[in-house]
């Protein structure tokens, strides 16, 4: 996890007011379903508001010689709505709790790492361990705040409370949880560290989980119906309380620690879910991972949870993230997506400063299911494949419908994405709980070139 400043995350346009709505620049058009959305009558409009919920609150945290940080929930970690909801109710998701590296207690509370961690390696601090992840649902309201109206922790097949306290990997990198007082946490192969959520009509829920990584369904309840994980995974999980199987692609195992799958999408005529995982794989290697841009979307059957399809993404440049430019190509990731049609669907790609929304379409470009590109010796690998065009590989297609260096007004760290009542976009940032000083602060985005299929 990095950390901004709160001076940056909180900078603001020279024309923004506090509580008012934002005008913006015009999106240039596109022909997108039949519609062609001109630039002239595509100006936008962004909406931010905010929230005093007791709900959200956790209270403080602090160690000794250091600063004191409130905490609060972040619940932006994913959006998603049912058509038939509110047209502006949404349901979305918090991640496995405050935490934070070793490395991250100095900017935190302002006091050397080993004060906490000692000489543990890879370690990570979990303030309030017993944190569960969970769903919730929120309103927003006409004097642009919003109110949290239901909240469903996570819970095994037991009915009790999940945590965020990392499962005991054995297939993939993973870290040690540590409490404030640097004491070692058991870690759990029940705990999930959620990102996205895809709310469906039957009342259930599609979450994407980063550490496995995996996929889970999850009742109305917020009961864990069953964790899908990459094949040859299985037994990392085999102590959980809840049905766990391999149906996802073993290559996934290959992810990068901590770049799991944050994003999920289902399409508006309910018959494709998607993902795809937030960085290239390490794939064969960490400084693959480092160097390659080919990150892997795959298609789902929502019914059966069988892949139906493989295609490559292609993260930007790192230079070309406006309000926070770097030479890393490992600093874009991809933290969200959203259905908009049968093949075309909205990708959230950012860097810890910069968000950018991608209209993507899977018509044309190579299906790369069940090739040799998923044997984990083929050599070179696809995250290491420099010429895609060499290799026979067409990406999807990108056209750029957002960049949030446009309008500063937006918070940092957006991972939700979902659609209002009349068409609108909602986007919702991740506080991290409050560490960096952040709090929850959905954005409504009008007018933008941003079209959805009607829903079946």
Known sequence: MAFRPLAAALLLSAATISGATISGAAISGAAISGATISAAHAAETITVYSSTDPKLELGSMSVPGGKTRQLNVGIGSGAGRRATDPAMTFWTISDRGANFTCGDVEDVFGVDGKTICGDVKGGRIYPQPDYSPSIYRITLKDDRTFTVDTVLPLRDGQGKPVTGLLNPLTHASTEQPLDLSGKRLEQSADAVDAESIVPLADGTFWVSEENGPSLLHVAADGKILRRIVPQGT???????????????????????????????????????????????????????????????????????????????????????????????????????????????????????????????????????????????????????????????????????????????????????????????????????????????????????????????
């Open 234 to 456: 299985e037994g990392d999980f085999k102590a959980a309380h809840y049905p766990v199987d391999g149906g996802l692609p073993a290559v996934l195992a290959k992810r990068f620690l901590n770049r799991g799958l944050e994003s999920l999408a289902i399409t508006p005529d309910g018959k494709r879910l998607a993902t795809i995982i937030q960085n290239p794989l390490a794939n064969p290697d960490a400084d693959t991972y480092r160097a390659s841009k080919n990150a892997r979307l795959w298609t789902l059957d929502p019914a059966t949870l069988a892949v139906t399809g493989e295609y490559v993404y292609t993260l930007d440049d790192p230079q070309s993230f406006r309000l926070d430019p770097s030479k890393k190509q490992s600093d874009p990731r991809i933290s969200e997506m959203m259905g908009l049609g049968a093949d075309r669907f909205l990708v959230l790609e950012r860097t810890d400063g910069t968000t950018k929304l991608y209209e993507i379409s899977l018509a044309g470009a190579t299906d790369i299911h069940g090739t040799a590109w998923d044997d984990v010796t083929t050599s070179p690998s696809l995250e290491a494949s420099k010429d895609l065009a060499a290799a026979k590989v067409v990406p999807v297609t990108k056209i750029l419908r957002f960049d949030s260096a446009d309008h500063p007004e937006v918070p940092v760290k957006i991972e939700g994405l979902a659609l209002t009542g009349d068409g609108s976009l909602l986007m919702i940032n991740d506080s991290d709980f409050g560490i960096t000083g952040e709090t929850t602060r959905p954005v409504i985005l009008k007018g933008s070139a941003i079209v959805a299929d009607p829903a079946s």
